[in-house]
């Protein structure tokens, strides 16, 4: 795994030693990165939410590409993240460590909104659906969210967000762009 461009482009990444946690692929990250190029410009992202973070990669993609900074929250891997956020020589960004849903709950009472919200939790546990619920109701998100869940489960979009891309690899992977309806 490592940073594909930007300005730690090629920074490999640490990864956990056990197999709990499940990368984005380079390939599918290349791949998502370069839809997302499409929609965005990342220097004028203010923040980046990566929920179920593990290595931190996509936030760090992120913020690579120009992001001004990121959230990262996991239960088990912000060592791991900080260690990453350390080598890539990334200031400002915040690793959390906890519950998302409280860490969430925490961040709405605090005022929080993020421009692009990735959620990449595992597969086949509803968190996915749980994920995208709790951030349309505690209105976190500004701009874009991106939802990478199992190829086999479906996604009810709630009604504030508008569905732009659908994107499957393989029998495995499903990311579901979505973007925040303006009011």
């Keep these: 795994m490592r940073i594909i461009t930007g300005r730690a482009r090629g920074m490999r990444l ?10 984005t692929a380079d390939r599918v990250k290349e791949s998502l990165f370069n839809i997302l190029s499409g929609l ?18 996509l936030g760090l993609e992120s913020v690579s590409r120009g992001a001004h900074s990121a959230t990262f929250i996991d239960t088990a891997t912000t060592q791991i993240i900080t260690e990453n956020l350390s080598r890539a020589k990334f200031e400002g960004c915040t690793v959390l460590r906890g519950d998302f849903e409280k860490i969430l709950r925490r961040l709405s009472k605090k005022g929080a909104t993020f421009d692009l919200i990735f959620s990449d939790p595992p597969y086949a546990t509803g968190l996915a659906q749980k994920s ?3 951030v349309a109701d505690l209105n976190l998100a500004r701009g874009l969210i991106v939802i990478e869940h199992g190829a086999a489960e479906a996604l009810e979009i709630p009604p504030c967000f508008e569905l732009l891309r659908t ?3 393989g029998r495995t ?4 762009i979505l ?3 303006m009011k």
Excluded: H, Q
């Design 14 to 23: 640490k990864t956990p030693k056990n197999f709990l946690t499940r990368p």
């Design 132 to 134: 995208l619920e709790l």
């Design 167 to 169: 994107t499957t690899y």
């Design 179 to 181: 973007e925040r309806k």
């Design 40 to 57: 965005i410009n990342f220097s004028e992202i203010n923040s980046v939410l990566d929920l179920f973070a593990g290595t931190g990669a």
């Design 173 to 176: 992977t499903a990311i579901e």
